[in-house]
DNA sequence: CGACGGGGAAACCGATCGGTGTATTTGCGT
DNA sequence: ACGCAAATACACCGATCGGTTTCCCCGTCG
């Protein structure tokens, strides 16, 4: 089934190539750009998709499982709820280091696209409340006095530096990220 | 000298409709929508201006001492540097609750042109490079530990919760801008 | 071999982009 | 009242926007 096989591939290719194009030069990308780096014709894409924004809305949904497995820690089983933050932190840390790093996708998503209905913003606005969930019950399983506040602190410095990294206006190289999560898991009285 | 202030007027004009408009809907904001928002027509506006970058360059500029007197506590005289940089929190909470608020327009220049060489990327960088020193300078007032940490620190949250509340990711109405603050300024073993 | 159908290339749509050229109007100083 | 400079309106430039349509090629199956 040659046919299911190519269908497959160009919806794949053109998902990654709208997810390198957008996150490298914002969501302004052409149409006309992304269909040329995807090798696929504007009129198949158009046969995939409904329009722009929702093959953008895709296009970031596709990229969660990855973007999810980098912060998750590779040993979850022996890791302590510190360690498990921390790595988060320090994952934004070692990719602020790529100069091509621009910030987390999905909060410069949010930030450029500043209609909060738009079906990518909604995709975005989801990954961010996972973060936080996420965030929450390492605070809980810590023993923090305040899990959800210490958990909406953590997105916060988690937010802050990642775009400050992403806009070239921070380096995070002395692990200012992860210090600075440190010392509000330490006030929370976390483990 | 009306010639003067007619001039200065619709310099002016330009500047606070790119202001404005770039604010509410991006820098990819056109040049006809913003002439015709100031009343002025397309051909005297490239008069006044290079370009429409060195516009948007300028009009981020002119607005810094308000962003600024903004975050500067209204008795500087008679407050400590803790409710200094603690009123810099509580404007962003205030401003969040304002449902046009999109956050800190500076960080979201940064943010939506990736170019750190962009006129207006550099007028943002400087900015914020203003509000880091100004965090140092109060926390050494302060008598904390690690004055330049705790200042990178505060802008990180800083930024955090202002693209976040922008975003209409976080509230912030119950003060966790204003907590994290303070969390971090008692960490750092401020007075 | 021939009919069929999906996908690609590219023209096309009206609109807009940043920027310019031009002709006209406006309003000032003398 | 006149002249002059500035500001205006507006057409225009090539390029691109998101999106549609046409045409044609090429592979598959009967």
């Known amino acids: 089934m040659a046919t299911t096989t190519d269908k497959a591939s160009s919806r794949d290719r053109l998902l990654d190539?709208?997810?390198?194009?957008?996150?490298?030069?914002?969501?302004?990308?052409?149409?006309?750009?992304?269909c040329r780096e995807a090798g696929v014709s504007k009129r198949s894409?158009?046969?995939?998709?409904?329009?722009?924004?929702?093959?953008?809305?895709?296009?970031?949904?596709?990229?969660?499982?990855r973007y999810e497995a980098r912060l998750a820690h590779p040993d979850p089983d022996h890791a302590t709820p510190r360690e498990r933050i921390r790595?988060?932190?320090?994952?934004?840390?070692?990719?602020?280091?790529?100069?091509d790093y621009r910030g987390c996708p999905y909060l410069a998503?949010?930030?450029?696209?500043?209609?909060?209905?738009?079906?990518a913003s909604v995709?975005?606005?989801?990954?961010?409340q996972r973060l936080t969930d996420s965030f929450r019950a390492e605070a809980e399983r810590g023993g923090a006095r305040d899990?959800?506040?210490?958990?909406?602190?953590?997105?916060?410095?988690?937010?802050?530096?990642?775009a400050r990294a992403g806009a070239r206006v921070e380096h995070?190289?002395?692990?200012?990220?992860?210090?600075?999560?440190?010392?509000?898991?330490d006030a929370a009285g976390m483990d």
């Open 87 to 99: 790595h988060v932190f320090e994952q934004v840390t070692g990719a602020a280091a790529d100069p």
């Open 17 to 34: 190539a709208a997810a390198r194009l957008s996150y490298r030069d914002g969501v302004g990308i052409g149409i006309e750009a992304l």
């Open 172 to 185: 995070l190289e002395d692990g200012l990220a992860v210090t600075t999560a440190t010392a509000l898991m």
């Open 123 to 128: 995709v975005a606005r989801a990954v961010k």
């Open 45 to 65: 894409m158009y046969q995939l998709f409904d329009s722009k924004d929702a093959m953008l809305a895709a296009s970031l949904e596709r990229r969660i499982p």
């Open 109 to 119: 998503v949010l930030v450029e696209l500043k209609d909060p209905e738009h079906p």
């Open 147 to 162: 899990p959800e506040l210490l958990a909406r602190q953590l997105v916060l410095v988690f937010d802050g530096a990642s």
